[in-house]
C-alpha cells in the first residue's frame, strides 16, 4: 500500500483520543495518580491529548499518561493504526506503508507485546486442559554470519533449538480462556503447569511422558490421560479444546511470513488476548483490568 492510500485509513486523532478516554475512564476522567474524580481540564499538550489538574493530589496527567502511548513520538493516529495491524500484518510492512523506521515501529509492537504478557496470566481450576504444539519460528531479524542449518525436517519432535519450538498450550475449560507457553524444551513442564493451579484442578492431557508426575504436584487435583493412539475422548477427558486453540495459532502465525523464537511468546501472548477478550481486548492493554 502507498502511503498516500494509507494516509486515507489513517483514523481521526481527535476520535482516537475520545476512544482512549472512553476505555480508560468512562463517562467521567478520573485522576490516574490517586483515582479522585476532582479533576478538571487543564489545556492540551504537544500532542494534542487532553490535560488534567487532579485537585485531590495537585498533579497533572493527560490521555497518555500511564498507556502505552505515552513515550512515543509517533502521533496518536499513526500509534493507533499500528495496533490495529500489529493483529495481522508483519512489522516491515507497517514501517513501510507509513514511511517510519522499522526499528522504531518494532519497539512499540514488543512493547504491546509486553503488556499482552502483563495481562496474560491464567489462574487453572475445575477442568482444564494441557496439550503441546510445535511451531515453526527461527532467527527472523537476527543477521547470521554464515547459513544455518535448520533442521526442520528432522524426524521427531521439534525443538527450540532447530526453530521449532514447543508451545504448552493451557485452558480452563469452564469459560474457555487460554494461556501459551513458549518453551526451549519441555522438561519440568509439570512445574511450569502447576504454578497456575489452584489447587482444585483436574487435568486432562495426552498420555505423553511429560505429564507422568503432575499428579506428584499439590496444585493438581488430578490427572486424566488419553492414549491418542487408541482413542481421542473418554467421557469428559480430552484435550479437543486444545486442539481447537492450536488451529488459532497456527492461522494468527501464518500471518506474519515468519516470526523470530525469540519474540514468540509474545505474538501468542497477542493472541491468546484477542481469544480471551475479543470485545475487550483494547481496554485490558491499557492495564485497567487485572481479572484473570
Known sequence: MDNESVSVFLPNPEDCYERLRRARFGATV?????ESDEVIKKGTTGKDAQQYYCNNCETYFNDLTKTLFEHHKFPIEELFYILKETRSVPTAQIAQDLDRDYEAVLNFVHEI??????????????VCEADEIYVTAGEKGIEQESPRSRGLFKKGRGTFQRDKPPVVTLVRRSDGRVRFLVRKNLQSVDEDIAECGDGSVILCTDDYGIYNEIDDCDAIDGHLAVNHSETYAIGDAHVNTCENRHGFVRQWLGRFRGVSKHH????????GLQLNAAEDWFRKLLGDDSSR
Do not use: I
Open 30 to 34: 478520573a485522576c490516574v495518580h490517586c
Open 113 to 126: 507485546q509486553d503488556r499482552c504478557n502483563d495481562v496474560a496470566d491464567l489462574t487453572l481450576s475445575d
Open 264 to 271: 514468540l511468546q509474545g505474538y501468542l501472548d497477542f493472541l
